[in-house]
């Protein structure tokens, strides 16, 4: 029976080396920055981060350092989606190579400074993983932005979270297309993950949308802290939709808007669009249906932000990301 017993154990200790030797170690992550105020008139992250910088218990973990971070002050302060430009959008080489002039945009300066803070971008000195927080006017509730299809920590953590969260729905939106460049934020981080959470007006602030953005963070850095103090995460597979094209309002020949989102595709983010389906509404009355040969998912339907963006929604396909087992590297339970 004793030499049945070891056997057992024995059978045991390998299988556990065995299992923890063929899981993909990845360097523990240190350093987390958590954005608000991306856009100036998206409140929810913009009043997190001020609340997490005056009282920072709630968001500090140990083993790492977890920084929050206003990204666009000047925007902020006019509560307005930007100063010059979209700052989401020009995290590129050529802004942040761009020479510091005395007429140069104010987000790219804001940008070449929280590159010089958190990155630089694509460099071991970069951040490990910052959070940006958006608001939409859309119908899109809590939902997490992935850059990279092959990131497998990425994929692990938004595993966990909807887990979290369940059985609250926590859709994943894939940004990651051959042609359409995003250039955001928070790609200045080894792993950038954007959260979105709507509906919500701009300028205006929601406790529900706020809770719901605070949680999401919360079940995030949880997973950071686990993974960093050695915990183990089999292979995982999440849904995710993964963005196709940018759809515009139907426009004249002086490129001004003739149709609005139908009422009943309003409100529907990731809900199936089938071909036949009404799409847009002209003011005389017309029904404009979808014409296309697959179903797809609306989302960022009719938000305010992408009317300058010539946008009227974003059409994406459900597909499947695979992540394999991950555990750190170096584990390290000690408090910072």
């Given at each position: ?294 179903t797809v998912y609306p989302t960022f339907i009719n938000e305010a932000a992408y009317y300058e963006k010539k946008q009227a929604f974003v059409k994406t396909e459900k597909i499947k990301l695979n992540a394999k087992h991950l555990r750190s590297s170096v584990s390290n339970q000690s408090t910072s």
């Amino acid at each position: 029976m004793l030499n049945e017993q070891l056997s057992e154990l024995l059978k045991s200790m390998t299988s556990s080396s065995s299992s923890s030797s063929s899981a993909l170690a990845e360097p523990p992550v240190r350093r987390v920055g958590i954005f608000g105020g991306t856009h100036g008139n998206e409140l929810s992250g913009v009043l997190l981060v001020r609340h997490w910088q005056e009282n920072g218990a709630e968001i500090q973990r140990p083993g790492m350092e977890v920084k929050p971070f206003l990204t666009n002050p000047r925007a902020v302060e006019k509560c307005t989606r930007y100063i010059d430009c979209d700052l989401n959008r020009v995290f590129n080489p050529d802004s942040l190579g761009r020479p510091v002039v005395e007429d140069i945009p104010y987000e790219v300066r804001r940008a070449q400074e929280i590159n010089h803070i958190f990155g630089p971008k694509g460099s071991d000195d970069a951040y490990d993983l910052i959070f940006d927080l958006h608001n939409t006017t859309s119908n899109m509730g809590g939902t997490l932005i992935l850059e990279n299809s092959r990131d497998d920590f990425t994929i692990q953590m938004v595993h966990y979270i909807k887990k979290a969260l369940a059985p609250e729905l926590c859709p994943a939106l894939l940004i990651e297309h051959p042609s359409l460049k995003y250039a955001t934020t928070r790609s200045v981080a080894k792993h950038p993950v954007g959260v979105e959470v709507g509906p919500q007006p701009q300028g205006v602030a929601r406790a529900d949308v706020l809770d719901k953005m605070r949680k999401i963070v919360k079940h995030g850095l949880d997973f950071v802290q686990l993974f960093n103090e050695g915990k183990e995460f089999p292979p995982c597979t999440i849904e995710v939709f993964k963005i196709m094209e940018k759809v515009d309002y139907p426009r004249n020949k002086n490129d001004e808007i003739i149709a609005i989102i139908h009422p009943k595709l309003q409100d529907q983010d990731w809900q199936p669009l089938n071909n036949g389906d009404p799409l847009f509404l002209t003011l005389d009355g017309k029904v404009i249906p979808y014409q296309g040969n697959c179903t797809v998912y609306p989302t960022f339907i009719n938000e305010a932000a992408y009317y300058e963006k010539k946008q009227a929604f974003v059409k994406t396909e459900k597909i499947k990301l695979n992540a394999k087992h991950l555990r750190s590297s170096v584990s390290n339970q000690s408090t910072s």
